[in-house]
């Protein structure tokens, strides 16, 4: 090789090495790199720059994380069709004051790391405003610092109180806290059944959820002076609950409450059966389930589960109902998580007008005041320092002859607890 073409090999070489790394740069900020807020360039998804993310002249993202093929899969999907049909409906009335709304959805398996990932995603790559739901509890509190970061609305899909407690600014919750629901659940047993001398034993999942139930209960007990026999934890996606059975029926307890899912809650009842105990048995809304039937079989009969959502034959269940037939989709209490938040973010959404940001959303948020909405029987109502709506709950009882959960108690607050 000539001397004289040395030069220009080094300065090729030296263009080629800075035109990869200026490459590599640009994908690095498309992916959202941390340290760097995707509100702070204030894009949106058409890329125009000074506008917020997610909001153009005609359309609003809004995103959801779901759990498609992960333990809560069955009601993941039921979720995803209730976001999907509130927003149909929306967009075939003209839209969010003009602007239609398009959806994003990712799969989290209910996984913190992989809901951490795909909120990543929906964020920086598809540019969403808005999270009209996250599933899981864990889940969730895995991007709360994400969501406050970079502005994001995000609706759980749970009712853990960590999810308003500490407050968050971009964070709000609709469905009953499950700390209320199992305070509810005391207050059941007592005055709509009027057990006199309750003996309460609690099987929980030992997790967020399964703790703030126990938490409940454990309130809800203090304040009205009884004593809790019995406590058994078991581990998330548990495939036996003798043990925990059988310590249950040893304590005594003649009242059960179920701090966790429709499948444990079906498992409980089964072996509890096989050993001849028959306590009076209620969980969390979680519970409330037709996976219950399958489980269980004939030894679900009679168990009482806590709810917020509406249930067929309740004024907010038919406009629901009659929302859901136009897209041939029939609600039940799964599919009424979505819709609901749906609908709410909605309500937010109108109240702001053309000029919408995270902020005014929030605002707008925090200023609904005993507002109703299809598919919820409490009256919503947040405010500056209260990111969770309500604090009530009835009580349903399964019916396995018929195949059907039946009204057991009304809607209200535990009357032992102050409002949290």
């Given at each position: ?5 040395k ?9 080629l090495?800075l035109?990869l ?6 994908q ?16 949106t998804?058409a ?27 069955s009601?993941g ?12 409906y ?13 959806t ?10 992989t809901s951490?990932?795909a909120?990543?995603k ?6 969403v ?36 407690e ?6 709000f ?11 509810r ?6 005055d709509?059944?009027g057990?006199k ?18 938490k ?13 026999v ?26 059960v ?23 009076a048995t209620?969980?969390?809304s979680p519970?409330?389930?037709e996976v ?10 009679g168990?009482?589960?806590a709810?917020c959502?509406s249930?067929?034959?309740d ?18 209490p799964?599919?009424l ?19 919408i ?6 605002a ?5 005041n ?17 990111h ?6 009835g009580?349903f009882k399964?019916?396995?002859?018929q195949?059907?959960?039946v ?14």
């Amino acid at each position: 090789m000539s001397n004289h073409r040395k030069p220009m090999i080094v300065i090729l070489a030296l263009l080629l090495v800075l035109a990869l790394v200026a490459c590599g740069q640009q994908q690095q900020e498309a992916a959202g790199p941390k340290g760097e807020s995707a509100t702070s360039k204030e894009e949106t998804a058409a890329g125009g720059v000074g506008e917020v993310r997610g909001v153009t002249g005609d359309t609003i993202r809004i995103g959801a994380i779901l759990d498609f093929t992960g333990p809560y899969k069955s009601a993941g999907v039921l979720m995803r069709s209730g976001i999907e049909t509130y927003f149909k409906y929306v967009n075939d009335h003209g839209g969010i004051n003009g602007r239609k709304v398009v959806t994003f959805f990712e799969d989290n398996q209910s996984n913190p790391p992989t809901s951490l990932a795909a909120a990543n995603k929906l964020i920086f790559n598809d540019k969403v405003f808005a999270l009209a739901g996250v599933h899981g509890s864990a889940a969730f509190a895995a991007i709360y610092d994400l969501v406050e970061k970079e502005k994001v609305i995000s609706f759980s899909l749970g009712h853990a109180t960590q999810d308003f407690e500490p407050l968050k600014k971009m964070v709000f919750q609709v469905p009953t806290p499950y700390y209320h629901q199992a305070a509810r659940i005391v207050d059941f047993f007592i005055d709509d059944l009027g057990i006199k001398e309750p003996k309460i034993g609690v099987i929980y999942q030992d997790d967020a959820m399964g703790m703030d139930a126990l938490k409940g209960v454990e309130a809800e007990a203090k304040a009205r002076d009884i004593e809790i026999v019995a406590k058994e934890p078991y581990q998330r996606g548990a495939t036996d609950l003798s043990t925990q059975v059988l310590n249950l029926k040893r304590s005594g307890a003649e009242q059960v409450i179920v701090g966790g899912i429709f499948t444990q809650a079906g498992m409980f009842l089964k072996e509890a059966q096989k050993v001849n105990y028959k306590p009076a048995t209620a969980g969390i809304s979680p519970t409330l389930n037709e996976v219950v039937f399958d489980v269980a079989g004939e030894a679900a009969d009679g168990f009482y589960a806590a709810n917020c959502f509406s249930m067929p034959d309740d004024e907010t269940y038919v406009q629901a109902e009659e929302i859901a037939k136009k897209y041939n989709v029939e609600p039940n209490p799964h599919f009424l998580y979505g819709f609901v938040n749906a609908a709410v973010l909605t309500e937010a959404l109108e109240a702001v007008g053309d000029e919408i940001t995270p902020e005014k959303v929030a605002a707008a948020l925090e200023k609904l005041n005993k507002v109703t909405v299809p598919g919820f029987v409490p009256s919503i109502t947040f405010g500056p320092d209260k990111h969770f709506a309500t604090g009530a709950s009835g009580l349903f009882k399964l019916d396995y002859a018929q195949k059907k959960w039946v009204p057991a108690a009304p809607y209200k607050e535990p009357v032992g607890l102050q409002k949290k």
